[in-house]
């Protein structure tokens, strides 16, 4: 046994090892975090610095680091955006039917399994979405090509493999929702179960009681959780390296076979054989991801920590 | 119990110990090629049994399949070496080898003058460049009830720049008068990431359709808007999946899609190790470079029967001296492996390049004996 608790317990604030220990190592870690963060900024900007000052005729592309960069933040943002809009309602629907609508046992089963999907390497996922899901998206997106042709999403041509902006969205949906599903489904479980009977008690139906109590009570952690989907969506690589057939600049058409790649994929595919500038410069694009990323965060932060006070939680 | 836990722990210290020797000693030998060094050379041009040492290289990813044939042949025959080769890319070997980082490398691209004078300056002598792996490049296509077709180098650039977006487009139709043709959209496919396949694709048409194919030779795809798949399995999956694609990939990876026949002259030509092999023989070596440096300014436009000019051909990369005697044989008796019949046919079977002629392989051999110290 340790000899620390066999003493008796005393008065006033007692310095022991433990503490000074445990104070030590958690600052420590804290710091540490903070260094990484750093270290991890400098170097991309280190890195990144020659590729900034270059001129646009020692480019990749002979047209300058921003005109570079910019179809590519481009494809970052439109594949996370429409990742996002998929996963949220999915998220938010399988969060409530754990948490309010499922039998007990299914429920616990159907939250287990949706954590599993957490655990899939990237790398599966962008397996599965080449091979399994374009190809069945080839005749839908070909459908959508000739009736919604006027929508500048659905422009076309459609491509013929479907390895498009729409298949990478509809895998970097799936990756993301296991973590936004169970952020969105702790908030919901922790719904005061007093506002919930109140509303019930007042006439409301389950749907109504849902929307009146559970909804705003979770809005935050909606909002947070969908915000953790992004940045994952933001900076996953290989599932898009491999779905994505990105070879052309900004478009919004999402179903061809020329799409604005992304910032991670395109470092992946192009680092391998790169030498010289064109390293600095693909590091310049991880650095404008990095303050992307970054900028994403601080926004979420600041609009759960805005909506705190009104989620009922109080 | 107690006794138990003693032993696990002597066991993990133990294992633990040999780990860190075991990686010392390897860090020792990186780079110095070999620090307990051979006595015998390969002077003879016959593999030599009696090397030792480790040797490391670096380079183009196209050649990793034949490296890792060539280094388990040439192991296999002298048990004490070790050879590594990190794929790293073709630009990165250079790098390396340049800086004296690695004692041998891969190139899909033979050095350019500045990279030649300070290989140079690092081999303190002169350098020795050889074609060593030469692998043609299928034109692939995923047509339902279509297993080939003839097509000029004026149609491939047209279809590969979106000029000619259907199959039965009059130049494919002219070219083609048997096959029937559907209307069906073409979906040309090519690399996402930097590739040499490219590089050397590109190269072909703009060397023999410079018309129709605007675009320089480059490891990056210049055309914007066709379908971008990961390397060469990427391509492959891609055209197999897609109805009306077309791409172009590794020959050794096209099994089971149509293949083109490539115009050559008058005549079309089927992808065949013997017609890659064939273009360096009608290739003249680029001017002004060193005895040993067998660079070859291929002649994509050959009209020569019964040659396939769409080829990569990767170098390999030594120098004609080293500062110590051990890495030089250790260069030597790999470079003499590679060369070899054995050697070329062992990167046939498992990367299904192209073996080297008998004639040509006689003439790189005087490069490879040439490999000494400087000392």
């Given at each position: 046994?340790?000899?620390?608790?066999?003493?008796?317990?005393?008065?006033?604030?007692?310095?022991?090892?433990?503490?000074?220990?445990?104070?030590?190592?958690?600052?420590?870690?804290?710091?540490?975090?903070?260094?990484?963060?750093?270290?991890?900024?400098?170097?991309?900007?280190?890195?990144?610095?020659?590729?900034?000052?270059?001129?646009?005729?020692?480019?990749?592309?002979?047209?300058?680091?921003?005109?570079?960069v910019?179809?590519?933040?481009?494809?970052?943002l439109?594949?996370?955006?429409?990742?996002?809009?998929?996963?949220?309602?999915?998220?938010?629907?399988?969060?409530?039917?754990?948490?309010?609508?499922?039998p007990?046992?299914?429920?616990?089963?159907?939250?287990?399994?949706?954590?599993?999907l957490?655990a899939?390497?990237?790398?599966?996922?962008?397996?599965w979405?080449?091979?399994?899901?374009?190809?069945?998206?080839v005749?839908?997106?070909?459908?959508?090509?000739?009736?919604?042709?006027?929508?500048?999403?659905?422009?076309?041509?459609?491509?013929?493999?479907?390895?498009?902006?729409?298949?990478?969205?509809?895998?970097?949906?799936v990756?993301?929702?296991?973590?936004?599903?169970?952020?969105?489904?702790?908030?919901?479980?922790?719904?005061?179960?007093?506002?919930?009977?109140?509303?019930?008690?007042?006439?409301?139906?389950?749907?109504?009681?849902?929307?009146?109590?559970?909804l705003?009570?979770?809005?935050?952690?909606?909002?947070?959780?969908?915000?953790?989907?992004l940045?994952?969506?933001?900076?996953?690589?290989?599932?898009?390296?491999?779905?994505?057939?990105?070879?052309?600049?900004?478009?919004?058409?999402?179903?061809?076979?020329g799409?604005?790649s992304?910032?991670?994929?395109?470092?992946?595919?192009?680092?391998?054989?790169?030498?010289?500038?064109?390293?600095?410069?693909?590091?310049?694009?991880?650095?404008?991801?990095?303050?992307?990323?970054?900028?994403?965060?601080?926004?979420?932060?600041?609009?759960?920590?805005?909506?705190?006070?009104?989620?009922?939680?109080? | 119990?107690?006794?138990?836990?003693?032993?696990?722990?002597?066991?993990?210290?133990?294992?633990?110990?040999?780990?860190?020797?075991?990686?010392?000693?390897?860090?020792?030998?990186?780079?110095?090629?070999?620090?307990?060094?051979?006595?015998?050379?390969?002077?003879?041009?016959?593999?030599?049994?009696?090397?030792?040492?480790?040797?490391?290289?670096?380079?183009?990813?196209?050649?990793?399949?034949?490296?890792?044939?060539?280094?388990a042949?040439?192991q296999?025959?002298?048990?004490?070496?070790?050879?590594?080769?990190?794929?790293?890319?073709?630009?990165?070997?250079?790098?390396?080898?340049?800086?004296?980082?690695?004692?041998?490398?891969?190139?899909?691209?033979?050095?350019?003058?500045?990279?030649?004078?300070?290989?140079?300056?690092?081999?303190?002598?002169?350098?020795?460049?050889?074609?060593?792996?030469v692998?043609?490049?299928?034109?692939?296509?995923?047509?339902?009830?279509?297993?080939?077709?003839?097509?000029?180098?004026?149609?491939?650039?047209?279809?590969?720049?979106?000029?000619?977006?259907t199959?039965n487009?009059?130049?494919?139709?002219?070219?083609?008068?048997?096959?029937?043709?559907?209307?069906?959209?073409?979906?040309?496919?090519?690399?996402?990431?930097?590739?040499?396949?490219?590089?050397?694709?590109?190269?072909y048409?703009?060397?023999?359709a410079?018309?129709?194919?605007?675009?320089?030779?480059?490891?990056?795809?210049?055309?914007?808007?066709?379908?971008?798949?990961?390397g060469?399995?990427?391509?492959?999956?891609?055209?197999?999946?897609g109805?009306?694609?077309?791409?172009?990939?590794?020959?050794?990876?096209?099994?089971?899609?149509?293949?083109?026949?490539?115009g050559?002259?008058?005549?079309?030509?089927?992808?065949?190790?013997?017609?890659?092999?064939?273009?360096?023989?009608?290739?003249?070596?680029?001017?002004?470079r060193?005895?040993?440096?067998?660079?070859?300014?291929?002649?994509?436009?050959?009209t020569?029967?019964?040659?396939?000019?769409?080829?990569?051909?990767?170098?390999?990369?030594?120098?004609?001296?080293?500062?110590?005697?051990?890495?030089?044989?250790?260069?030597?008796?790999?470079?003499?492996?590679?060369?070899?019949?054995?050697?070329?046919?062992?990167?046939?079977?498992?990367?299904?390049?192209?073996?080297?002629?008998?004639?040509l392989?006689?003439?790189?051999?005087?490069?490879?004996?040439?490999?000494?110290?400087?000392?």
């Amino acid at each position: 046994m340790p000899s620390t608790t066999e003493k008796t317990p005393r008065r006033g604030t007692v310095q022991r090892p433990g503490d000074r220990v445990f104070a030590g190592a958690s600052t420590g870690a804290g710091i540490t975090i903070l260094a990484i963060l750093a270290g991890v900024a400098a170097f991309l900007v280190i890195e990144a610095w020659p590729a900034l000052w270059a001129s646009d005729e020692e480019m990749p592309d002979g047209e300058g680091l921003v005109l570079y960069v910019w179809p590519l933040l481009f494809g970052t943002l439109i594949s996370a955006t429409f990742a996002l809009l998929i996963a949220t309602p999915f998220a938010v629907a399988i969060a409530l039917f754990i948490s309010h609508y499922a039998p007990r046992r299914v429920a616990v089963t159907l939250g287990y399994l949706i954590d599993l999907l957490a655990a899939v390497p990237s790398i599966i996922f962008g397996l599965w979405g080449a091979a399994e899901l374009a190809p069945l998206t080839v005749e839908p997106t070909q459908w959508l090509a000739d009736n919604l042709g006027f929508i500048p999403l659905f422009e076309g041509p459609a491509s013929a493999t479907g390895r498009t902006m729409l298949v990478a969205s509809m895998v970097l949906a799936v990756m993301i929702l296991p973590i936004t599903t169970a952020v969105v489904r702790e908030a919901f479980l922790q719904t005061p179960r007093l506002h919930e009977e109140a509303s019930l008690a007042l006439g409301a139906t389950r749907w109504e009681m849902i929307r009146m109590a559970v909804l705003p009570f979770g809005r935050s952690a909606i909002i947070g959780g969908a915000m953790l989907g992004l940045g994952r969506a933001l900076g996953e690589t290989m599932a898009v390296a491999i779905v994505l057939s990105g070879s052309a600049g900004v478009t919004f058409n999402i179903i061809g076979s020329g799409n604005p790649s992304s910032i991670a994929a395109n470092i992946a595919l192009r680092f391998p054989e790169s030498s010289g500038l064109d390293i600095n410069v693909l590091i310049a694009s991880g650095l404008v991801l990095f303050a992307v990323t970054l900028f994403v965060n601080m926004g979420a932060r600041a609009v759960i920590n805005r909506r705190r006070d009104f989620s009922g939680a109080n | 119990m107690r006794n138990w836990r003693a032993r696990t722990a002597a066991i993990a210290v133990v294992s633990a110990l040999a780990l860190v020797t075991a990686c010392s000693s390897e860090n020792e030998d990186e780079g110095s090629g070999g620090s307990s060094g051979g006595t015998s050379g390969g002077d003879s041009g016959s593999p030599a049994s009696e090397l030792s040492g480790s040797l490391a290289g670096a380079g183009a990813s196209s050649q990793d399949a034949a490296q890792q044939a060539w280094m388990a042949g040439f192991q296999d025959a002298n048990p004490d070496v070790t050879v590594t080769y990190d794929p790293a890319g073709s630009g990165a070997g250079r790098e390396q080898f340049i800086a004296g980082g690695v004692a041998f490398a891969g190139s899909d691209a033979y050095l350019d003058e500045e990279e030649l004078a300070a290989a140079n300056e690092r081999c303190g002598g002169e350098v020795v460049e050889l074609p060593i792996y030469v692998s043609p490049i299928a034109v692939i296509f995923n047509l339902p009830g279509v297993e080939s077709l003839n097509l000029s180098a004026e149609t491939i650039a047209g279809i590969f720049n979106q000029q000619i977006t259907t199959w039965n487009d009059d130049a494919i139709a002219a070219d083609n008068p048997e096959v029937e043709l559907p209307d069906t959209a073409i979906t040309p496919v090519n690399r996402a990431d930097d590739s040499g396949t490219t590089e050397n694709f590109t190269d072909y048409l703009a060397a023999v359709a410079p018309d129709a194919w605007p675009h320089e030779a480059s490891d990056v795809w210049p055309v914007e808007g066709g379908e971008a798949a990961q390397g060469t399995s990427g391509v492959v999956q891609a055209v197999t999946s897609g109805e009306g694609t077309i791409g172009y990939a590794d020959a050794s990876q096209a099994s089971g899609l149509g293949t083109v026949h490539v115009g050559v002259g008058d005549q079309f030509t089927e992808y065949s190790p013997e017609a890659a092999a064939a273009v360096l023989e009608v290739s003249e070596r680029a001017e002004g470079r060193g005895e040993h440096d067998f660079a070859f300014d291929l002649a994509r436009e050959t009209t020569e029967a019964g040659t396939y000019p769409i080829v990569l051909v990767s170098y390999g990369l030594a120098c004609a001296a080293y500062d110590d005697a051990a890495t030089a044989d250790l260069v030597q008796g790999y470079f003499n492996y590679i060369l070899s019949p054995e050697g070329q046919q062992a990167a046939a079977d498992t990367a299904g390049s192209a073996p080297l002629s008998a004639d040509l392989s006689q003439q790189f051999q005087a490069a490879v004996d040439a490999i000494g110290s400087a000392a």
